[in-house]
């Protein structure tokens, strides 16, 4: 019975202490399309479905292997860009929504990833990637 209190004050105790916060903000289950223009070596990334990405279960967004420092910015999604390239969210993004628009790649040997991370960083998991042809 005491080994049972023991354990109980334990994960009590992490929760308080906020080591459970991780556990608490998953990644939203979002389907990510990727769509690969090899003539101009650019790729758009949309929502296709799922779970609707909002500021209150998405602290940033980062798109990886592209040129440009501002990949959001054409996109007319709800994301507003800081320094490197990683967007936040001011509105809601659906199934339908460009999330990334005729982006450069930067690497054609490569792959762009769509990461997911919470609001503080501790948390992060990969949306969607596509691996160029």
């Not at 005491?2 to 009590?12: G, K, N, P, R, S």
């Not at 762009?112 to 992060?124: A, F, I, K, M, P």
């Amino acid at each position: 019975m005491v080994a049972v209190t023991v354990i109980l004050a334990a994960v009590i105790g992490a929760f308080v202490l906020g080591f459970g916060d991780s556990l608490s903000e998953p990644a939203p289950d979002a389907q990510i399309d990727f769509d690969y223009d090899a003539s101009g070596e650019e790729i758009t990334v949309a929502h296709d479905g799922g779970q609707t990405l909002t500021p209150d279960n998405t602290g940033f967004l980062e798109v990886t292997n592209l040129v440009g420092t501002d990949p959001f910015n054409d996109a007319g999604a709800n994301v507003v860009n800081d320094e490197d390239g990683v967007a936040t969210l001011d509105g809601t993004i659906s199934a339908g929504d460009v999330i990334v628009d005729d982006e450069e790649v930067d690497d054609t040997d490569g792959e762009v990833t769509l990461v997911w991370e919470n609001s503080d960083r501790s948390n992060s998991q990969e949306l969607g990637s596509f691996n160029i042809p």
